[in-house]
């Protein structure tokens, strides 16, 4: 996966979005090596079972075979439990909430760009904790505050915040809880998760420390995580026949200002800069596209496909009359508007449109979820939508038929939409999809 | 190398500091994988046989051995100019200014800690020009707009910006600029470099353009980096026996407001509250320390010892008094100080300090540094600071004879400090020093 400068703007917000709500959280950014001994991953059972089909190995370097190979972490679980055991040793150092940007490589076989890449970017958050309540409400904290709260805002996507089902969890987890958003195809992509680890990892790394009485207790660990997949949801979920769609807060360039053809003076380019130079001013991230020697269409359709929130058209005729042609990316048609006043308008549209377009994605998803009461049922549903039943119809014979017609429950959420606080909840509901 | 929050925190502001000027200098971050194809390196055969003993070479992946193996990134010249080829089709496309963010491997034998460690984290800017002349003005510019400027300005560190001999420049390269700077030793860093790769890379990736007369012409390349090997040089220049010392404008923590010691209203430890909180307020990153279980004397010490510019304490003495007793960093000594206008006072003595931290490292380095007429007179200098020699009275063969008293020519300058543009300036003077 290559990521061209564009869509790099737009992980860059990303990650700033998101790294503002985790420190807001409480967790600190640290930086653990890449390459990972192969012993380590062994210590936690079910984590190796997990990843080793995944795994690039190194086997030289330096000129020479190794004497034990190293691997590309495919996840920071176990390099990083090597340290926080070194570190922790009494009750006042806990919790400790720490946070890597980082890449990491997990084989695959069919890679689907932003969405499923052999390497991919990420932030893995490493957490450990003095009880298995703080753990718990930490990795639910991180769920709400940090991902849903990030990807409704500032990605103005409506998502199920919900708990995987055992087969679903995240190899060594004792729960996984997860954002799971409706693509423009009714399919699910699972956004973000955020796991409990339990004492898994503690116990395989030795991760102890003293407790207010003296007494030495085995710590709980969390840890969670969103990478560049979000970039394949912001397209698919926004997206339209003509391209991408981004929201504004995201958008590393919200206006576009085009001189559509110039006069001989120059005076259309002059007055396009003019206005480009006052709405950046204004604090929009603005670009000019003065480029009037390709033509007009095949620009226009450029910025179109690249989903620039608000592309703003000048020519030699809206100069006369002190107006400007004004597209919304996210409207059909096209608006003239006074170039007097204009900063303070497009601020108002690109507000506008953010939460527009969040609307449209919360209605899109409750229109193709239906309640259902048989797998039957459910089957037919979740080949356009979300189909929700009863976890109770289901079990794990349940998920096995869905998993014949290439179905999964995305999550259990409880009956009014929120997230089940343990395995044992009687009533939970079940969200069937196809996914990503 | 792990690098834990508070040193990770120095590196967030180093990539902000250099970032922002990247962006000015009008380059667009990207993002290229990891994982290179043996064959793209062996490409360029002097990149190659400079890289080749410090590969770390994936052979195994998704269990099973790789038709062809793949290398981690030492740099990214290779897999980058393999796409810069495929996105250049006409002048209109240059220059075509990139930079990444990412992780490289070069297998270390002898690794030493920020400085040369086998994985580190960097930025590799990597541009494609049209002309010689342009690829030269431009990596000038990077060296000397965005490195050595950021250098002095926010890391406080006086650098020297030079030119490589020969024989120490970049595998591939036809010229690498360098900002060299003195450590607490009088040893010399490398902090920073910005290579012309001239046609090399170009040739060896097909990267050509059609001229605005319709004619195929070959790019001009250049790349340019620096590291968390800066940190290593921040802590070695400005260091001391008592630890770090951090230059304000790179701290994550600019003051620590220490609770001394409380009274049983818990007074003290309220007005440190409302102090650091009337801090932040004004734009300080300030941190209150209010541990007072434990001893006062081991957490000044462990503040003065990360290098925290400014100490603030405060105990029930000093609350009665309406004052605190205030201690900068990088000078001997306590002062008292009303509370009433602290942050006034912190905020001027913050700027202070970072002018006073550059205005050392300049006048250490200008005292260590001597003009000397012979290469033993030269060797001796050396062995404690900067020795500068005509470069004529050296040549290849004095720099063989410098490498036997484990010194290197670290640049070549002009007799007035400026930089030369090409390798055949005649009066050239070499920057000779033991090195890190």
Same mark, same amino acid.
């Given at each position: +996966?290559?990521?061209?400068?564009?869509?790099?703007?737009?992980?860059?917000? +990303?990650?700033?979005?998101?790294?503002?709500?985790?420190?807001?959280?409480?967790?600190?950014?640290?930086?653990?090596?890449?390459?990972?001994?192969?012993?380590?991953?062994?210590?936690? #059972?079910?984590?190796? !079972?997990?990843?080793?089909?995944?795994?690039?190995?190194?086997?030289?370097?330096?000129?020479?075979?190794?004497?034990?190979?190293?691997?590309?972490?495919?996840?920071?679980?176990?390099?990083?439990?090597?340290?926080? #055991? /070194?570190?922790?040793?009494?009750?006042?150092?806990?919790?400790?909430?720490?946070?890597?940007?980082?890449?990491?490589?997990?084989?695959?076989?069919?890679?689907?760009?932003?969405?499923?890449?052999?390497?991919?970017?990420?932030?893995?958050?490493?957490?450990?904790?003095? *009880? /298995?309540?703080?753990?718990?409400?930490?990795?639910?904290?991180?769920?709400?505050?940090?991902?849903?709260?990030?990807?409704?805002?500032?990605?103005?996507?409506?998502?199920?915040?919900?708990?995987? *089902?055992?087969?679903?969890?995240?190899?060594?987890?004792?729960? *996984?809880?997860?954002? !799971?958003?409706?693509?423009?195809?009714?399919?699910?992509?699972? +956004?973000?998760?955020?796991?409990? @680890?339990?004492?898994?990892?503690?116990?395989?790394?030795?991760?102890?420390?003293?407790?207010?009485?003296?007494?030495?207790?085995?710590?709980?660990? *969390?840890?969670?995580?969103?990478?560049?997949?979000?970039?394949?949801?912001?397209?698919?979920?926004?997206?339209?026949?003509?391209?991408?769609?981004?929201?504004?807060?995201?958008?590393?360039? !919200?206006?576009?200002? +085009?001189?559509?053809?110039?006069?001989?003076?120059?005076?259309?380019?002059?007055?396009?800069?003019?206005?480009?130079?006052?709405?950046?001013?204004?604090?929009?991230?603005?670009?000019?596209?003065?480029?009037?020697?390709?033509?007009?269409?095949?620009?226009?359709?450029?910025?179109?496909? /690249?989903?620039?929130?608000?592309?703003?058209?000048?020519?030699?005729?809206?100069?006369?009359?002190?107006?400007?042609?004004?597209?919304?990316?996210?409207?059909?048609? /096209?608006? !003239?508007?006074?170039?007097?006043?204009?900063?303070?308008?497009?601020?108002?549209?690109?507000?506008?449109?953010?939460?527009?377009?969040?609307?449209?994605?919360?209605?899109?998803?409750?229109?193709?979820?239906?309640?259902?009461?048989?797998?039957?049922?459910?089957?037919?549903?979740?080949?356009?939508?979300?189909?929700?039943?009863?976890?109770?119809? @289901?079990?794990?014979?349940?998920?096995?038929?869905?998993?014949?017609?290439?179905?999964?429950?995305?999550?259990?959420?409880?009956?009014?939409?929120?997230?089940?606080?343990?395995?044992?909840?009687?009533?939970?509901?079940?969200?069937? #999809?196809?996914?990503?």
């Amino acid at each position: +996966m290559v990521i061209r400068p564009y869509a790099y703007g737009i992980w860059e917000r +990303m990650q700033q979005g998101v790294d503002r709500r985790i420190k807001e959280a409480g967790a600190e950014n640290a930086y653990f090596p890449l390459l990972i001994p192969e012993s380590y991953l062994s210590r936690e #059972a079910e984590h190796v !079972e997990g990843f080793s089909p995944e795994l690039a190995v190194v086997t030289h370097a330096g000129g020479e075979q190794l004497a034990e190979p190293v691997v590309i972490r495919p996840t920071s679980e176990t390099i990083i439990g090597e340290y926080m #055991a /070194k570190w922790i040793q009494s009750y006042r150092d806990l919790p400790l909430l720490l946070n890597q940007w980082a890449n990491v490589v997990r084989w695959e076989l069919r890679p689907r760009v932003f969405l499923r890449t052999t390497e991919f970017l990420w932030q893995e958050g490493h957490c450990a904790h003095a *009880t /298995k309540q703080d753990a718990s409400d930490y990795a639910e904290q991180i769920l709400h505050d940090v991902y849903a709260d990030f990807m409704r805002t500032e990605l103005a996507m409506s998502v199920v915040e919900g708990r995987k *089902t055992r087969r679903e969890r995240f190899a060594g987890a004792i729960n *996984t809880m997860t954002c !799971e958003a409706m693509m423009g195809d009714g399919k699910s992509l699972q +956004m973000g998760t955020s796991h409990e @680890l339990g004492q898994n990892f503690a116990r395989a790394f030795d991760m102890t420390y003293l407790d207010a009485n003296g007494d030495q207790q085995l710590a709980w660990t *969390t840890s969670w995580g969103v990478s560049t997949r979000m970039m394949g949801g912001l397209f698919m979920c926004h997206g339209d026949d003509r391209g991408l769609v981004v929201p504004p807060r995201i958008a590393s360039i !919200e206006v576009a200002v +085009m001189v559509v053809r110039d006069d001989d003076a120059g005076s259309v380019t002059e007055a396009a800069r003019a206005l480009t130079a006052s709405l950046s001013d204004a604090g929009v991230r603005v670009r000019l596209d003065d480029a009037v020697s390709t033509a007009f269409g095949r620009r226009a359709t450029n910025w179109e496909l /690249k989903g620039v929130p608000i592309r703003v058209e000048m020519g030699p005729r809206d100069l006369e009359g002190g107006v400007v042609t004004f597209v919304r990316r996210d409207l059909d048609g /096209k608006r !003239e508007c006074p170039i007097d006043g204009l900063a303070v308008m497009i601020r108002a549209q690109l507000d506008e449109m953010q939460l527009a377009m969040f609307a449209r994605s919360e209605q899109r998803r409750l229109d193709a979820t239906v309640r259902t009461g048989s797998i039957a049922e459910a089957v037919e549903v979740a080949s356009t939508g979300f189909a929700e039943i009863p976890y109770a119809l @289901l079990g794990e014979a349940g998920e096995d038929e869905l998993a014949r017609s290439a179905m999964t429950v995305r999550c259990l959420i409880r009956p009014d939409g929120s997230l089940p606080l343990s395995d044992d909840e009687p009533d939970t509901v079940a969200v069937v #999809a196809r996914s990503y």
